[in-house]
């Protein structure tokens, strides 16, 4: 004669089954995360190694972030585009764990049209990009490009790492600085961090203590004046200030890194200093 199970031993069974997924779904979850961090750091260091071939072809000169054109024709080529001769690939350019990459201002209607002409859209990732470029390395759209050769130490200059999402209108900031502020011109006045009024033409480096006591985190206003929080550094593995970011250098490798480590007086790794030597204004930048 077959026995049924009673209606205690069912309810044991499904408890244990509810603990055991209580158990197994962090770890799952988990294991999820890491696999998007190394899939991010990949396409980091792939970035890395297409830019250093394209200083190759270029006589050691880097790209800039972007050409703009003229308020007739609204349209620009972002250095996502300008590596496809050597990467070929538009998806390496959004992170798995970033759930809003940036988009174009004004998109094509796929990557297909892409460097087609006429130029009637921006020529990079139309699903949007997850990557920001260190100004020092790859300059503004109006600043002179920056020859590979003039890094003192290439393996602590970086070159590209993870954008946050949180403040960014459109593709409003294409790159970033580590210094403080970020073009530091001897009129502002950095209240919300103590009111401190910087000489002229004077770079001072921010650090990660400043940027935690003052609970930065990428809103916009924080965008204006500490560039640093462009960096989604908190989006690999723990929680606000315990986690990490993927950074690629100008040496060809990459690498997960906390944000400590990036602003390290001892080993800085976002240049010597803010502008290129090569930039026009570079003895005045405020006029």
Known sequence: MR???TLIELLVVI???AILAAILFPVFAQAKEAA??????SNDKQMATALYMYASDNDDM?????WESDATHPYQVHW???MQPYIKNFDMFRCPSDTAPVKPKKPCASDADLGKMPMVCDWMPTKGYSYIPNYNAIPAHDWLPVSMTSFNQPAQTILVTEKRDTGNSGDAHKGLSGFLPSQPCPNWTLAPYGGRIPPANT???TDAQLVKAANLTGTSADY???????????????????GGANYSFADGHAKFQKLEQTLNPQAYEYGER???SSAPWNSSPCN
């Open 3 to 5: 026995k049924a199970f």
């Open 15 to 17: 408890a244990i089954i």
């Open 36 to 41: 998007k961090k190394t899939a991010c750091l």
């Open 62 to 66: 880097l790209c800039q972030t972007s």
């Open 80 to 82: 996502s585009f300008l």
């Open 203 to 205: 770079y001072t480096y």
């Open 224 to 242: 204006k004046q500490v560039d640093v929080t462009r960096v989604a550094w908190d989006r690999h593995s723990g929680k606000k200030w315990e």
């Open 274 to 276: 803010w502008y290129p």
